[in-house]
């Protein structure tokens, strides 16, 4: 019997699979586990040793539940539509109830008051630990924000929101206040750091909250007011929440943009103090009336002022990036504008594209 056991076991081993697959319950794919070599007899009495690939474990967290991005797009007229449909609908239902009948859910509502209020705790609650768990580190500015999108929904936005190919288009008004190269520079860069730092998607994840958090308000208004009035305070709210939060949020997605811009601009070996320049003629044709004054508390953009002073804040330190991007501050500017010059690294022997510093 001892022996019928031994060569079972050692026919076992010599047909043992290297790999071990696996079925995931969070993504429900076959999985197949990185294996790793330990020594092991093949004979457990007196042959030779073996190698015995045996699996590593690779546990894993459930997978985040992330938004299909055209609910995004349909989410805030349902809300609106629905809202003042259903609102509608209750206080046409309340108007045909009887003083006997408002008394009883009056009394039925009190009863229950804490039940309504702690289902009102608990949607609050789920939208947080829905926040918090979808909290992202930007790698640029290291700023944590609320992506729900994950990778591959991200590229099938970008390919609805960028319908030309990842073009960037120049109104002329713009180019009419462009004076060289490196102040168009700053601004193409100016564009290319929002696209970087997926402000369209954070914006869209910020949209999709708010309009989960005025769900019940939108409700209420709609119960309480008459059907005039509850249009106008509707749009009173709006116009509230978007000067109160959405315009000093996208005030401050602009300003992160330009600090990115530069950086990028330096890399480039654009010169960036053209940036300043660009900003400070803006800020000149708008004290002289040739440009529309902005008015900073409803406006999405940050004023020429303001953005002039970030940009001397940072100009110092991206002129030192620029300096060891690549750039050679002896060539002058009696040279050619389009001029571009070619050095030798003579660690690498590869090739330096060097844009002139004028």
């Not at 108007?95 to 609050?124: D, I, P, Q, T």
């Not at 008004?173 to 490196?182: A, C, I, P």
């Not at 564009?191 to 005025?214: G, N, P, R, V």
């Not at 320049?277 to 953009?301: D, G, Y």
Request: charged share 25%; aromatic share 10%.
């Amino acid at each position: 019997m001892l022996s019928i056991l031994r060569n079972s076991c050692r026919r076992n081993v010599r047909l043992s699979t290297n790999y071990l697959v696996i079925r995931s319950v969070g993504s429900h794919h076959l999985q197949t586990w990185s294996c790793r070599e330990l020594l092991a007899k093949k004979k457990f009495d007196s042959e030779q040793l073996q190698y015995l690939k045996l699996q590593k474990c690779d546990f894993r967290t459930t997978q985040c539940l992330y938004v299909p991005p055209f609910m995004v797009y349909i989410l805030r007229p349902v809300i609106y539509i629905g809202g003042a449909l259903m609102g509608r609908h209750i206080k046409k239902w309340w108007a045909r109830k009887s003083k006997e009948e408002k008394e009883k859910y009056r009394r039925w509502y009190r009863e229950r008051r804490n039940v309504f209020l702690g289902g009102f705790g608990l949607y609050g609650l789920t939208l947080f630990i829905y926040y918090i768990t979808h909290l992202k580190t930007d790698p640029l500015t290291q700023r944590s924000r609320c992506i729900i999108f994950n990778k591959k929904q991200e590229r099938d936005l970008g390919n609805i929101l960028y319908e030309f190919d990842g073009k960037i288009f120049i109104s002329l008004d713009m180019l009419k206040y462009v004076e060289n190269d490196d102040q168009l520079g700053f601004v193409l860069a100016h564009e290319m750091a929002h696209s970087l730092l997926s402000h369209i998607i954070e914006l869209l994840t910020d949209q999709f909250f708010l309009d989960f958090l005025i769900v019940v308000p939108t409700l209420l208004v709609w119960v309480v007011f008459p059907d005039m009035a509850a249009a106008i305070v509707q749009l009173l709210i709006n116009q509230i929440m978007r000067i109160m939060y959405e315009l000093p949020y996208s005030r401050l997605l602009e300003k992160e943009a330009d600090e990115v811009a530069m950086k990028l601009a330096a890399k480039a070996c654009i010169d960036v103090r053209e940036a300043v320049v660009f900003l400070a003629t803006l800020r000149k044709l708008t004290e002289m009336n040739f440009l529309s004054p902005q008015t900073p508390w409803i406006s999405s953009h940050p004023s020429h002022d303001d953005r002039e002073k970030n940009m001397n804040d940072v100009v110092t330190k991206v002129l030192e990036t620029r300096e060891h991007s690549g750039v050679m501050s002896s060539v002058t500017r009696s040279r050619p504008k389009n001029q571009v010059l070619w050095t030798i690294d003579n660690r690498t022997d590869n090739s330096l594209q060097t844009k002139r510093d004028y």
